[in-house]
């Protein structure tokens, strides 16, 4: 029993030291994973969602598993699905990145491979027309014209016959009539359209009969009658034409027949001779047979006298009359048959009573006004016919406008305004006034009118005044007037968006006069000009400000008017926001309708503009006619159709792309023809129904990711089904719940028949939305403000990624539970109130208001470093500059590459530094520049002297070099100048200073002169005759000569000198002559005395 157990024990031993082996080896086996092989092969998509991705590895490890992550390009961050097969199926064309990460253990490593599905659909697109064997046939054949896709099968599914689904695209022996024409196409999306077949039959009106203006002729005359077609309709021809006139008499009837063998397919004039029967009116019955034996029939009343309509003209103080005169025999004449007293008709038509023989006459004119009353007229044709005619002559009224106000620059600067609509008043007189009015009454103030209208301000005070004004009809009027009391009132401050972004326009103006100058004192950063800035310059001829592109921001404005008043103004500028969801489109079968509802009262003048972009030429053009538009340009009516607001325009018989574009006008007299453009919104109009989108709701609000919610572009109502693996009839609701993981095909049909399909994988699917985590927002400023304006629409495409901005919008808000709500959205230029501030942004889509997505950035104001002016330094021949930027902030980046706030350079150039301050990943900075320009000590060319003076000896000092020099002669006191004067004769020494630090060159500098006499008497005083600081010039000569020219001696600066003796004898006491030459060969001659 002992020896079994200790067996045993053994075993277990073993055991775990095999099992500690195996683990041991099993590490050093697979230290490190293989580097494998990833293939992806793509099915390309030919029906909606059909595409695929295949996926091979190889050279993996032993053991290692496989998962496979999908994602859609460009997003590489949020996977669409994952697996461990080695397939994706039911996608949509696109661009793909497969992610293969193999994994043992604890370890991994991947293979990436991008991809792209490719659409090789081609929608489903035909055209509908119809034949007839002969004209009148009562039966035709409509004919499907596929133009694009793959049809298999047609069918008519509404209209007088209904035929179901065939494979020939021909529907013979069909009836006039709508019918609804669906077509199939071998990814099973059905397309429909109406189509109205018009057989080839007469379908026209007949106008009245018309009658000459004039006659020819007393017992006849010419009936006129137009036939017109019914669009879609043209007239088919030979028409017989039977006219039955029926006599008032009783007589009988007269027929007469003709016969139309052809003419104009829209259309037809018909004249016909018919008789009189003197005054009475009578009946003509007109009837036109085609040859499809189609009767239309007319009974058309005549009345052969003439036609009398009399026109009242209005002049500005009365009316005159036009009479105008149809369907009568010439001459005529008139006749008055009452009239209002004091009217005589000679008096306002020289040719009364007549005959008259045109068409019209006129009774007055601007300057001969009728009386007032009724007329009655009766007119006489030369066959004895008589027309009549009424009307009345009315007095004009017209009321006096009266205008007060009190916003001059004084109490009794009241204002009254007076005119009359149409005419011209000649005197004024105030006959009552407050007591407080200068001028005796009354008081003709007559001379205060211009150009028909009355206005005074001057020495107006408040109160009430009674006027007399009598306008240029002679008509008096007595008008009450009341100037209110003066109130000072502050500027009038209007502000509209700008065409530019994050801009305004501003019109400043004063109630009490012009303004006569404005400042701006405070300004967001964005203002680029320094303050206080003076912009009286932009204030117009009439006294207001107009400024235009002013970024957007809080403003204070500081102004003075004409008056002296002074006012301190704030004004908000605000950018324009475009709001695309200021449209309602409404899709029809085979048309849409677009509806405009703007209520933006920020901007003015607007108007409304659709647009089609030309498939062929990708240029945007007006709809209907294709004539091109150029962009930037105004629209107008060649180029668009113009859609008034709050109004629809209906049926539009197009597919496409559209595009919506509002124009406005900015505040800006100085150009009043500047317009600003706001495509605010494009649009597809297709064919056929459409599937823009399938989602799962696994967003914030919806359920989860096995709820499947379905976006379509058509006509309501839809009908939403699934038709694979199993048949779910979901009627109008597009939203499928608790489906099962697993590929579904999903059929949408449309109200106009259509149908489309679409395959989708549960596990592709993406939430119908979401909202990424953008960068935060930032801006730097360098006046310490913490404050500044954001536009924070900036973010939307960070926050949307993938997903169709045409289809989602963000909104923006201050706190969590705003964005959950969506209530309190911020506006698209938002100031932040903290610093750093958060922003939530609420995604969701734009018809399918289900659930939502929410993330949350950081705006924030950083400053940018202020820096002292950009310097310049000066470096000298082997020498070294220190450049050290300004103190205090976080990181320094030279253009030599240093980091550091000083460098120190050997060469000339410009140095640029970059200061920043850092905040995390942002940082605000600026840059200086140091110039560095090379200088050298002074280089002496010469020292040119003046000298042989005894006080009025220059030096003049010429040097070169790259530096900046001065020059003195005592190391003390420098000058600019190079040249010095007014110098005792001596030894100087010259310094020439560099200002640019370099060092100082020196070089001595004797000025000559020369004894006047000499004594040499052995005493040791003047005893030598020489040219003082002579031996500074080593070569300087010197010939002495008596006063008859006679050479005595000669010698150089280096000798001692004249003794006053010649061949040892002592020469006398006397003037002698000396010639000195110099070095450079200057000669200067002289003479002295000899004293004994």
Same mark, same amino acid.
């Given at each position: 029993m002992q020896n079994s157990l200790k067996i045993k024990d053994e075993i277990i031993k073993l055991r775990a030291v095999l099992a500690i082996f195996l683990l041991f080896t099993n590490g050093l086996c697979y230290s490190q994973l293989s580097d494998f092989n990833l293939t992806v092969t793509a099915t390309d998509q030919t029906c909606t969602g059909n595409g695929a991705l295949q996926m091979s590895v190889s050279n993996t490890t032993p053991g290692s598993t496989i998962?496979? +992550?999908?994602?859609? #390009?460009?997003?590489?961050?949020? @996977?669409?699905?994952? $697996? +461990?097969?080695?397939?994706?199926?039911? #996608?949509?064309?696109?661009?793909?990145?497969?992610?293969?990460?193999?994994?043992?253990?604890?370890?991994?490593?991947?293979?990436?491979?991008?991809?792209?599905?490719?659409d090789l659909t081609t929608a489903l697109d035909y055209q509908v027309s119809h034949t007839t064997s002969t004209d009148c046939d009562p039966e035709g054949t409509i004919t499907v014209n596929v133009l694009s896709g793959n049809a298999v099968l047609f069918e008519i599914i509404s209209g007088p016959v209904m035929v179901s689904p065939q494979s020939s695209n021909i529907f013979p022996n069909l009836q006039a009539g709508s019918y609804v024409i669906r077509v199939f196409d071998d990814c099973d999306n059905a397309v429909s359209k109406t189509y109205t077949m018009v057989l080839n039959t007469n379908n026209f009106s007949i106008s009245n009969a018309t009658l000459p203006v004039t006659y020819n002729d007393c017992d006849e005359v010419d009936m006129s009658t137009n036939i017109i077609a019914f669009e879609g309709y043209p007239i088919l021809y030979p028409l017989l034409v039977t006219y039955t006139i029926l006599p008032p008499d009783g007589s009988p009837n007269i027929v007469v027949t003709q016969n139309i063998s052809s003419g104009p397919p829209e259309g037809v004039t018909i004249n016909q001779i018919i008789p009189l029967f003197g005054s009475d009116n009578f009946i003509v019955n007109m009837q036109i047979t085609d040859s499809c034996d189609d009767l239309f029939e007319v009974n058309h009343p005549i009345n052969p006298n003439p036609k009398v309509n009399l026109v009242k003209e209005e002049a500005s103080c009365g009316e005159f009359l036009n009479v105008n005169i149809e369907n009568f025999f010439p001459p005529y004449n008139i006749n008055f048959t009452s009239f209002p007293t004091g009217f005589d008709p000679s008096n306002y038509n020289a040719d009364y009573p007549g005959p008259y023989t045109q068409d019209a006459t006129t009774f007055g004119d601007d300057s001969n006004l009728l009386p007032i009353g009724t007329y009655n007229i009766d007119i006489i044709d030369a066959c004895g016919r008589i027309g009549t005619g009424t009307i009345s002559i009315e007095e004009i009224q017209a009321e006096p406008i009266v205008n007060t106000s009190n916003s001059g620059c004084s109490v009794s600067s009241g204002f009254i305004g007076v005119s009359v609509s149409n005419r011209e008043l000649i005197s004024v007189i105030i006959t009552a006034a407050p007591t407080s009015y200068s001028q005796p009454l009354p008081h003709n103030v007559s001379n205060f009118i211009n150009n028909g209208m009355f206005s005074i301000q001057d020495n107006i005070p408040p109160g009430n005044y009674t006027l007399l004004i009598t306008d240029d009809c002679g008509v008096e009027y007595t008008i009450e007037a009341s100037v209110p009391d003066f109130e000072f009132q502050e500027l009038m401050v209007s502000t509209l968006p700008n065409c530019e972004t994050a801009t305004g326009s501003l019109n400043l103006s004063s109630a009490h006069g012009s303004l006569n100058a404005v400042v701006i004192t405070s300004a967001p950063a964005t203002f680029n000009q320094n303050l206080p800035a003076d912009v009286s310059n932009n204030i117009n001829d009439s006294g207001s400000l107009f400024i235009n592109n002013l970024p957007i921001g809080n403003y204070i404005f500081e102004s003075t008017d004409e008056c002296g008043f002074q006012y301190t103004t704030d004004v908000t500028i605000n950018s324009y926001s475009s709001n695309p969801g200021i449209y309602t489109l409404s899709r029809n079968c085979g048309s849409f309708d677009v509806t405009i509802n703007d209520f933006d009262e920020s901007t003015m003048n607007q108007t409304y503009w659709l647009q089609r972009l030309n498939p062929d030429t990708n240029i945007w053009t007006h709809p209907n006619t294709e004539a091109e538009y150029?962009?930037? !340009?105004?629209?107008?009516?060649? +180029?668009?159709? !113009?859609?008034?607001?709050?109004?629809?325009?209906?049926?539009?018989?197009?597919?496409?792309?559209?595009?919506?574009?509002?124009?406005?006008? @900015?505040?800006?007299t100085t150009n009043p023809d500047v317009f600003c453009l706001d495509i605010f919104t494009n649009f597809t109009i297709f064919s056929d129904l459409i599937i823009s989108g399938v989602y799962n709701l696994d967003c914030t609000g919806g359920s989860d990711n096995n709820d499947v919610i379905v976006d379509v572009i058509g006509v309501e109502p839809f009908n939403f089904s699934?038709?694979?693996?199993?048949?779910?009839?979901?009627?109008?609701?597009?939203?499928? $719940?608790?489906?099962?993981?697993? $590929?579904?095909?999903?059929?949408?049909?449309?109200?106009?028949?259509?149908?489309?399909?679409?395959?989708?994988? #549960?596990?592709?699917?993406?939430?119908?939305?979401?909202?990424?985590?953008? /960068?935060?927002?930032?801006?730097?400023?360098?006046?310490?403000?913490?404050? /500044?304006?954001?536009?924070?629409? /900036?973010?939307?495409?960070?926050?949307?990624?993938? !997903?169709?901005?045409?289809?989602?919008?963000?909104?923006?808000?201050?706190?969590?539970?705003?964005?959950? +709500?969506?209530?309190?959205? #911020?506006?698209?230029?938002?100031?932040?109130?903290?610093?750093?501030?958060?922003?939530?942004?609420?995604?969701?889509?734009?018809?399918?208001?289900v659930c939502y997505a929410t993330t949350s950035f950081q705006i924030f104001v950083g400053q940018t470093p202020v820096l002292s002016p950009e310097t310049t330094s000066f470096i000298c021949p082997e020498d070294v500059v220190t450049l050290t930027a300004d103190p205090g902030f976080d990181s320094y980046l030279w253009s030599t590459g240093d980091a550091t706030q000083t460098i120190i350079v050997d060469q000339p150039g410009t140095y640029q530094v970059a200061v920043t301050n850092n905040y995390g990943a942002f940082n605000c900075n600026t840059t200086k520049e140091f110039v560095v320009v090379s200088s050298e000590p002074a280089i002496i060319q010469e020292i040119k002297t003046l000298d042989w003076t005894a006080t009025e000896n220059t030096i003049t000092v010429l040097v070169t070099g790259a530096g900046n020099y001065q020059f003195s002669l005592d190391n003390i006191n420098y000058q600019t100048n190079n040249t010095f004067s007014n110098l005792l004769p001596g030894d100087y020494t010259v310094y020439i200073k560099d200002l640019n630090g370099c060092d100082t060159v020196t070089e001595e500098v004797y000025l000559l002169n020369y004894p006047r006499f000499f004594t040499p008497n052995g005493d040791n005083k003047n005893d030598v005759w020489q040219i003082k600081f002579s031996n500074s010039e080593p070569e300087l000569q010197v010939v002495i000569f008596d006063r008859y020219g006679k050479l005595i001696t000669q010698f150089g600066s280096q000798d001692a000198g004249w003794d006053g003796t010649y061949n040892g004898q002592k020469m006398p006491t006397s003037d002698y002559w000396f010639e000195v030459t110099r070095a450079n060969g200057a000669v200067y001659k002289g003479h002295f005395t000899l004293k004994r």
């Open positions: 998962t496979y +992550t999908l994602y859609l #390009l460009p997003d590489v961050n949020n @996977p669409i699905a994952e $697996t +461990t097969e080695d397939f994706f199926n039911s #996608l949509q064309a696109g661009n793909y990145s497969v992610v293969a990460t193999q994994i043992l253990s604890n370890q991994e490593n991947s293979q990436q491979q991008d991809i792209t599905i490719n150029t962009e930037g !340009q105004i629209p107008n009516t060649t +180029t668009a159709i !113009q859609i008034e607001n709050f109004e629809t325009l209906f049926n539009v018989f197009l597919t496409g792309e559209f595009r919506l574009i509002k124009v406005f006008q @900015p505040l800006n699934i038709i694979a693996p199993s048949n779910i009839d979901n009627g109008a609701n597009n939203t499928f $719940t608790d489906l099962a993981p697993g $590929t579904y095909e999903i059929r949408v049909e449309d109200a106009c028949g259509s149908i489309e399909n679409i395959i989708v994988n #549960l596990e592709n699917l993406l939430p119908l939305a979401r909202a990424n985590t953008p /960068d935060n927002l930032s801006i730097c400023r360098n006046d310490s403000i913490e404050a /500044d304006v954001f536009i924070l629409s /900036d973010q939307n495409a960070q926050i949307l990624g993938n !997903q169709n901005p045409n289809n989602y919008n963000v909104t923006y808000h201050l706190s969590q539970e705003d964005a959950n +709500t969506g209530n309190n959205a #911020l506006p698209d230029s938002y100031t932040n109130i903290t610093n750093p501030q958060t922003i939530y942004a609420r995604v969701f889509h734009n018809n399918l208001i």
